[in-house]
């Protein structure tokens, strides 16, 4: 279980209650990175970006356990990483999230795949608009 100390006591990230456990993020992180590297629009853009795919990939997966199971394993800043992406456009954000939904659907219990989604719509919504407005854009809600 997915317990961190907390000065106001010890915290439970939200995928505990849904049956996430660091398995469950590892074959979503891989699973979804495998497909999108095979992707024809989003393959270019990660294939160009990533030099370490294993090193990229348990980066990934601090992330998600850092989200959904609030272990604080991941140090870093998505926002800063994507700005420095070359390619990564707002129409590429709807293909990346119809794949991670696929993927979700297909690799983890419903109501866990039901949490990835809501996680990843939110911070892709997030990321969007932060680099829209890093390049003085302002692209409509998605919601």
């Given at each position: 279980m997915s317990i961190v100390d907390h000065p106001?006591?010890?915290?439970?990230?939200p995928g505990?209650?849904?049956?996430i456990t660091e398995g469950v993020i590892r074959t979503q992180v891989h699973t979804f990175y495998g497909?999108?590297?095979e992707d024809p629009v989003l393959g270019p853009i990660f294939n160009g970006a990533v030099d370490d795919w294993d090193e990229h990939?348990?980066?990934l997966c601090d992330f998600w356990s850092s989200v959904l199971l609030v272990t604080g394993r991941f140090k870093g800043s998505p926002m800063a990483a994507h700005a420095r992406t070359p390619g990564i456009e707002t129409e590429h954000f709807p293909r990346w999230l119809e794949i991670w939904r696929d993927t979700a659907r297909s690799v983890c219990r419903p109501e866990?795949?039901?949490l990835f989604i809501a996680k990843a719509e939110m911070i892709g919504e997030?990321?969007?608009?932060?680099l829209a407005?890093?390049?003085g854009e302002i692209p409509p809600l998605t919601r």
């Open positions: 106001r006591g010890p915290r439970i990230g505990v209650a849904v049956g497909r999108v590297r990939l348990a980066k866990a795949a039901d997030s990321l969007k608009l932060g407005a890093g390049r």
